[in-house]
């Protein structure tokens, strides 16, 4: 492992265009769930006879607006996570100027919240909601004065969080944005996650470099597609990586 750190940070040393692309394994380490492991979010038992994937589509928001924030209050808006290693890493690294972006699927804003400028959030984010009516936009704090289903103030309709729900569409805006990065990158770094949900995986496909690291606690279906390859907690590597630096 020692060895594998010290070849990476003579990478990172050398770059000034790397790029991060990461999963729900960045903010483990914060208390946030992922999804997929033993004790992540899909296999926790709720009330429902719903499966948490389809509580989290958007058929379901529509059929049951007040299931679906009492699930999103309950197991996804979570008061008092702070930043890990990981994400303060990744912000001391764009504030060095060695980092051009970070490309989440998560939507904690965690990596604002470290100091991360430079964000592409695929899959949306907790920190904004609009009025599925109006289209007027609220925040947190607006959301959190209601027990159950959120009501616009201006036209009295739904309220919902700004994210990507099953059956939805991602933001072409911001994946085109994110493929522009990886093509140009010199080095890109994908951490935290399995690589299997699509398309979001997909965007490995688009970098052109020699320099693909990829470092996850579980084997991923790209592992022989990387150049550096580390098997760990995201948070202890990125900590060494940027230690010295």
């Avoid at 296999?43 to 049951?64: A, G, Q």
């Amino acid at each position: 492992m020692n060895r594998k750190i010290e070849d990476l940070k003579k990478v990172i040393e050398e770059s000034d265009n790397i790029v991060f692309f990461g999963g729900a394994g960045v903010s483990t380490a914060s208390g946030v769930p992922d999804f997929r492991s033993a004790t992540g979010l899909y296999n926790r038992k709720n009330d429902s006879d719903f499966s948490p994937e389809y509580m989290l589509s958007h058929d379901f928001f529509v059929k049951y607006p007040d299931k679906f924030m009492k699930y999103c209050r309950e197991n996804l808006i979570i008061d008092g996570i702070k930043p890990n290693a990981a994400h303060k890493a990744l912000a001391y690294l764009e504030k060095i100027g060695k980092l051009k972006a970070v490309i989440t699927q998560n939507i904690d804003s965690l990596h604002q919240e470290a100091g991360s400028k430079n964000v592409i959030e695929i899959h949306g984010n907790l920190r904004d909601y609009y009025c599925t009516n109006c289209g007027k936009t609220f925040d947190l704090t607006y959301v959190k004065k209601f027990e159950s289903t959120v009501k616009c103030d201006r036209c009295g309709s739904i309220v919902r969080p700004d994210i990507v729900l099953y059956g939805e569409s991602l933001d072409q805006d911001k994946i085109s944005y994110a493929i522009s990065l990886i093509r140009r990158a010199d080095v890109l770094i994908i951490g935290g996650t399995s690589l299997v949900v699509y398309p979001a995986a997909g965007l490995i496909d688009f970098y052109r470099g020699n320099k693909l690291v990829l470092i996850n606690k579980e084997t991923t279906p790209r592992d022989s597609r990387a150049d550096y390859l580390i098997q760990g907690d995201i948070a202890k590597v990125m900590k060494e990586l940027v230690k010295d630096l």
